[in-house]
């Protein structure tokens, strides 16, 4: 999925094939930096890294540096390479081209000469932990680099006190994730799961003629939270002719409902009760924790099918497996759950109207090389003084 000299000129990385120049945009001296300084921290490393936007409509992303040594790359502490939680050896091969690969192991074994050396963390798949010993033990720290959309496993108002920006990848995720909701959707209509479990069963002797799904096209969708990701939802949805409806913070405008044939439901509550599908596209948030419990799953209707693409705490799972269990509603399909992966005797997982995916919204060859990528240009641009295309601030 997922390789430079020591000195001299990097190369440029290139992209995988048929991709958006997405992290040239993201690096690009024209997009407009947010109002939010933090304070800068007394470093004994003189930054000589620049970054330079590739041509346009070219497909690289270019580092010009001056000639330094690769002791001289900023350091860049992340958990390991490889192995159950470490980062991908290919996307290690991509950070070594811009920094000095720092693991966890080699930071703990040599705190006092590895602390002054890194100034960026790189966070994949929620790891390393980032809490107030590590931040307090990393004095030339300047920013963090969470290599996919969701930080709400980084508490940003600690981090942002210890003068440290966080960025995030909202780009590159925004089209697989899209993909994982319709996949889901598309499946837990059509009892896909079961499906081939009948087919691949020793003890099947026939197909039931009355083994049936339902129809996703000219169904009603209802999406809640219409960002780019949503909105991306909202594009698949209409070539199968679906009635969309979303709920969201902020309408969108009229131009971009009639794109998408999207209908604005200002109450969650009328959007529940005229969807056939239920898609959940929020950020968690202490406004969305539980955002869909008890209450709200009996506003669906009983052919409803509720599908979770955003983090697993946004549903009530208690509340979930009463609904399931006594089909308030049809179905649920969730690529995400609270913990992850829930505990194996879970009553969620001893359902048949269920489907479970192990959070592989992002989790495609393309996406995961893309927010390293992204996450690489993010944290370029904080040590060099540019624009930051994805910085995300405390609330």
């Known amino acids: 999925m997922f390789r430079s000299k020591a000195f001299g000129l990097l190369k ?42 590739g041509s346009a409509g070219g497909r690289t992303i270019s580092a010009c540096q001056t000639k330094v040594m690769a002791e001289e790359l ?14 991908l050896e290919n996307l290690a091969a991509l950070l070594k081209k811009h920094f000095r690969l720092i693991t966890m192991k080699e930071f703990l ?28 033990s990393l004095p030339n720290l300047k920013v963090i680099g969470n290599s996919g959309v969701g930080v709400d496993h980084l508490d940003l108002k600690m981090i942002s006190d210890f003068g440290v920006k966080v960025t995030n990848t909202p780009h590159a995720v925004v089209d697989p994730t899209a993909d ?23 003890d099947t002797k026939y197909f039931a003629v009355d083994w049936l799904g339902v129809e996703v096209t000219r169904a009603t969708l209802g999406i809640i939270g219409m960002g780019s990701i949503g909105y991306k939802v909202a594009q698949r949805a209409r070539a199968f002719d679906m009635r969309i409806l979303y709920h969201n913070r902020k309408r969108r405008g ?8 999207a209908h ?53 799972q208690d509340a979930l497996v009463e609904a399931l269990q006594n089909k308030v509603i049809r179905a649920a399909a969730l690529d995400v759950t609270y913990p992850e992966p829930l505990p194996r005797d879970h009553p969620l997982l001893k359902l048949n109207n269920i489907i479970i995916t192990p959070h592989i919204g992002t989790a495609t060859v393309q996406a995961i090389r893309m927010m390293a990528e992204e996450a690489i240009a993010n944290m370029l641009a904080v040590l060099n003084g540019q624009p930051i295309a994805s910085e995300v601030f405390p609330k």
Do not use: W
């Open 109 to 136: 074994e040599n705190k006092k000469e590895m602390s002054k050396k890194i100034q960026s963390v790189f966070v994949f798949e929620c790891r390393p932990t980032i809490d107030r010993e590590l931040l307090e």
């Open 254 to 261: 009229k131009e971009e409902e009639e794109a998408v044939g």
């Open 12 to 53: 440029p990385i290139p992209l995988m094939s048929g991709q958006p120049n997405l992290a040239y945009k993201f690096i690009h001296p024209a997009i407009a930096s947010h109002g939010h300084h933090c304070h800068r921290r007394s470093m004994d490393y003189r930054q000589r890294y620049t970054t330079c936007p």
């Open 264 to 316: 604005y439901c200002e109450k969650m509550e009328d959007l529940l009760q005229q969807s056939d599908f239920v898609m959940l596209v929020v950020n968690l948030t202490p406004e969305t924790h539980k955002l869909i419990g008890k209450k709200e799953l009996g506003l669906m209707k009983p052919t409803a099918t509720l599908i979770n693409i955003s983090r697993g705490a946004v549903i009530d």
């Open 180 to 202: 994982i909701g319709m996949a889901l959707m598309l499946a837990s209509a059509r009892r896909l799961v079961e499906g081939c479990q009948i087919a691949v069963s020793a």
């Open 74 to 87: 900023p350091g860049i502490l992340i958990l390991d390479i490889g192995g159950t939680h470490g980062v």
